[in-house]
């Protein structure tokens, strides 16, 4: 690939392969790129990035974490360093190149995303944009490409069903022009052997080579919940008006952070067992007065009758009996928790509401719910409104009226019963 330097000379960037082409070639704005290891993910955004910075635009290349930054930065230097001399600075403090026609590239961590907020850009390369927040494309960095028309290349491993899955759908709508997907596994990349990948093939677990290697969205790696994300459609779908819930309740998790979020999750139970969850709500605001607000709005429009809370927050009982609920803690056990909803999903028992946003987002952190490889416990990302649904669900399958065990003390009240004595003839 060449372009112009302005008024100076022409330079010819890293060539790509031919996979890699047809994407830098696309005229869509927003690009989704789902590819596996080793596909040559880093070559293509830096050159996207290079050749309209060397045409003086803005470019930002944004990756999850520091460590990744450094990553693409030393990566970017190895380019930098092959252009004649006087084209590019360098300012490494600030993790920049300028360029001499004006452009520059940036690379910049989205581990915070309010500190992306700045002035214009004309495109933006998302990294592992899989494992991004949301929020830092939804609400900080798509305003910014705004006023100037810019682009956007999401580029990533898929990591299950998750809002970068999202994003891919988009590229796969005719509806949507301005955005195209590509599906983009490792061997792909006309430069890895045959016999690399054959070998990961044997070495690797096959939901883990299908995603690594694959860029398949349906790999399930070590997910909690794996029925929920090979089988989409079937779980998350639109609740048929006049759907009979017998019983109808809420789960609350308590959290006053963006990492520790305060949850509602509402549902109910049918006749046949089945169980319906209609409604989830999250907040970083760290605002009691909102989290018992949405309490009561699920109480008012669902006819919520019983609320289940996070154990940490046992004073929120008295709030919510007050509001008529027949309120009390949440089961305590984590891993009974996650049976009952597992049991529910093997069962295919359990439907989530597709028109509820917030339910939608509550599948999503199901999926990526997982469990850590070194220590078998469940990982605490992203799961405030999922610890909120299992407190509900384990409320809705446990039977209601079992008969209570007896105490000591209803022991003793019991009148003892003596021998009848009878006398035959």
Not at 110 to 132: C, F, H, K, Q, Y
Not at 137 to 144: F, G, I, K, N, T
Request: proline fraction near 6%; charge should be negative; glycine fraction near 8%.
């Amino acid at each position: 690939m060449t372009t112009e330097a302005p008024e100076r000379m022409t330079i010819t960037l890293p060539p790509l392969h031919k996979n890699q082409q047809a994407i830098a070639k696309h005229p869509a704005r927003f690009k989704v790129v789902c590819c596996g290891r080793r596909w040559g993910k880093t070559l293509l955004a830096m050159t996207l990035c290079m050749r309209d910075a060397l045409k003086g635009k803005r470019i930002w290349h944004v990756a999850p974490t520091y460590k990744q930054t450094l990553e693409g930065w030393s990566y970017l230097q190895r380019l930098v360093q092959q252009l004649p001399v006087g084209v590019a600075s360098t300012k490494t403090s600030e993790l920049q190149v300028n360029f001499a026609g004006g452009g520059s590239i940036q690379l910049r961590t989205a581990d915070n995303p309010d500190n992306l907020r700045g002035s214009g850009l004309d495109g933006v390369v998302i990294d592992e944009a899989a494992t991004v927040k949301q929020e830092a494309w939804d609400l900080v960095l798509r305003p910014a490409l705004a006023d100037r028309q810019g682009w956007a290349l999401f580029i990533s491993t898929p990591q299950h069903f998750n809002w970068f899955w999202e994003l891919y759908q988009r590229g796969e709508d005719p509806d949507n022009p301005e955005w195209a997907s590509w599906q983009m596994p490792t061997w792909d990349n006309p430069y890895i052997a045959e016999s690399e990948i054959e070998a990961a093939q044997r070495d690797m677990e096959p939901g883990d080579f299908d995603q690594e290697f694959g860029a398949s969205f349906t790999a399930i790696g070590g997910a909690i919940f794996p029925l929920l994300t090979a089988n989409r459609p079937f779980y998350l779908r639109p609740m048929p008006e006049g759907t009979d819930l017998r019983r109808k309740g809420i789960g609350m998790d308590w959290g006053t952070t963006k990492e520790h979020n305060a949850a509602v999750v509402g549902g109910g139970i049918m006749p046949t067992g089945a169980v319906w969850i209609t409604s989830s709500w999250l907040d970083d605001s760290g605002s009691a007065n909102d989290w018992f607000d949405e309490a009561k709005r699920v109480k008012r429009v669902a006819g919520a009758g019983f609320a289940r809370v996070d154990r940490s927050q046992s004073s929120a009982v008295d709030t919510l009996a007050a509001m008529g609920y027949e309120a009390d803690k949440g089961v305590a056990d984590v891993e009974a928790r996650i049976g009952a909803l597992q049991g529910l999903v093997r069962r295919q028992a359990v439907f989530f509401d597709s028109r509820d946003p917030g339910v939608r987002t509550l599948y999503q952190h199901l999926c990526e719910y997982h469990r850590d490889p070194e220590t078998g416990k469940a990982v605490e990302e992203r799961d405030d409104d999922v610890d909120a649904c299992c407190y509900l669900t384990i409320e809705l399958v446990t039977p209601r009226f079992a008969p209570p065990a007896m105490g000591q003390a209803q022991r003793a009240q019991r009148q003892p019963v003596r021998s009848a004595v009878v006398k035959v003839g």
